[in-house]
């Protein structure tokens, strides 16, 4: 089978069309990857990106879900890692399958691994006129693309693949493209690992991703992947020496389907035939606060008391020392989701935003009872 033609340089049309015939986008994971389409996941060094990727082409390979990705029947997957030669990359699958409860002889052939013999470049950017020219490996990997028929192509990482400075939008908006044109010749989905900036990424941040803006904008799903902070490993009781045994996903961008929620994984460790020992991803849900009748009756007493000297508290976090979570922490309540469910019941029970003149007659936002406590503080506007 050779290569589809190149197709030509613009499409048009000025036709009259029935929605009901467009055609439905090809999900080969809804909100994941997509046939014609690249998908970009941006984390920092050790955050899980490879053990993520192996766990998302077990799944696809099983046709089984693997926490929100959720493969549309078995598909068949090909992986090309430069940083990793075949012993560990049959590693981290030997581990990844024991999450899944299967061998490799259950893939049933839909895995190929592949590695560069030496340089791992596909795409070279000549410096001097900006040109894209696709390398010999590039050409190798088509082949095996056109023979082995993949549905998903996963590259990793995405700064060993193409020899563009970084930080220019146009070079790697040339890479990108060239990577969005694998995906439509062939009708695959294009997977790129990549890494985030140095420093504290904020989850979801399509701007810690590192390197030019155009790799975000030229890909058309974005995730980031965040090890567990050090405030986060407080807030659910996770012992500080554990926190790097957790990551979390979140959504940066995606042009065909609605944002997801932060999906949270764990590395777990597996001993192998050959008695090594290697970790595998698995997911992991944070632990959900229970609050109690109690808990939500005494919450509310203190908030009628207000804080030492009766300043009022309040539902803004902006409000630092005043914020009510810090209540719900002193009552062990650590959790996002526990700290929303007291709100919404103090919310319900009558307790709501009133603006109070302060101690210099300024004027902010305090949480009031039913009964009007805390009564120590002059309300505005009755």
Excluded at 51 to 79: D, E, I, Q
Excluded at 133 to 153: G, N, R
Excluded at 350 to 365: C, E, I, L, P, Q
Aim: aromatic share 8%; proline share 7%.
């Amino acid at each position: 089978m050779e290569p589809p033609d190149k197709p030509p340089a613009i499409w048009f049309s000025n036709e009259e069309w029935d929605e009901a015939d467009i055609p439905r986008r090809d999900w080969l994971a809804k909100g994941y990857f997509m046939r014609g389409a690249v998908t970009l996941v941006a984390g920092a060094g050790s955050a899980g990106k490879s053990s993520l990727a192996k766990a998302w082409a077990v799944a696809c390979a099983l046709g089984v879900p693997f926490s929100g990705f959720k493969p549309m029947g078995r598909l068949r997957v090909l992986t090309f890692n430069v940083e990793d030669d075949l012993p560990e990359e049959r590693r981290r699958l030997s581990a990844t399958l024991r999450e899944f409860g299967a061998t490799p002889r259950d893939l049933e052939g839909n895995i190929t691994i592949v590695g560069p013999s030496d340089v791992g470049t596909l795409v070279h950017r000549d410096p001097m006129t900006g040109k894209i020219q696709l390398s010999e490996t590039m050409a190798a990997l088509e082949a095996l693309i056109v023979e082995f028929k993949p549905d998903v192509v996963m590259l990793d990482p995405l700064v060993e693949l193409h020899t563009s400075e970084e930080n220019d939008n146009t070079g790697l908006r040339l890479v990108i493209a060239a990577f969005r044109s694998l995906a439509q010749r062939y009708d695959i989905s294009v997977v790129l690992f990549h890494h985030t900036r140095k420093g504290t990424t904020i989850p979801g941040d399509p701007d810690a991703i590192r390197g030019a803006g155009a790799i975000v904008g030229a890909a058309r799903m974005v995730f980031t992947l965040c090890v567990m902070t050090d405030d986060e490993a407080a807030a659910l009781s996770i012992p500080p020496g554990q926190r790097r045994n957790y990551f979390r996903l979140d959504s940066a961008k995606s042009n065909y389907a609605p944002t997801n929620d932060a999906e949270w994984f764990e590395r777990i460790p597996y001993e192998l035939a050959n008695g090594e020992t290697v970790p595998a991803t698995r997911p992991w849900s944070p632990p959900k606060d229970v609050v109690t009748e109690n808990e939500i009756l005494t919450i509310e007493r203190l908030v009628s008391d207000g804080m030492p000297g009766g300043v009022p508290f309040s539902f803004d976090t902006r409000a630092k020392d005043r914020w009510i979570g810090h209540l719900c922490h002193a009552s062990n309540i650590r959790t996002d989701d526990g700290i929303k469910l007291v709100i919404q019941r103090l919310k319900a029970d009558g307790f709501a935003h009133a603006d109070f003149a302060t101690a210099s007659r300024n004027t902010a936002k305090g949480i009031r009872a039913p009964n009007g406590a805390p009564a120590t503080v002059e309300w505005v506007n009755g």
